[in-house]
């Protein structure tokens, strides 16, 4: 899967979840995707579209979002 597909999936999957089970099926959602063969550039390539799904990110790799937020800017 690509970016693009990744994210597509989550918003479209999101809209019929229970608010309080969002962070807890992202994080399910990112297991799952690496479970799968997604590589860490791929995901890292997914922030920025949807904020639960990039704290599920975020912490699936182990980074702060600070340090995703610095990464971002080097590229502005």
């Not at 962070?23 to 860490?40: K, S, T, W």
């Not at 704290?55 to 971002?72: G, K, M, Q, R, T």
């Amino acid at each position: 899967m690509d970016e693009s597909q990744i994210v597509d999936v989550w918003t479209l999957f999101k809209e019929y979840l229970d608010k309080k089970h969002i962070e807890m099926a992202a994080e399910r959602y990112v297991d799952m995707l690496a479970d799968y063969g997604v590589n860490d550039q791929t995901l890292l390539d997914c922030i920025g579209n949807e904020s639960n799904l990039d704290h599920a990110i975020n912490y699936f790799l182990d980074l702060d979002d600070s340090d995703v937020l610095e990464e971002e800017e080097d590229w502005d």
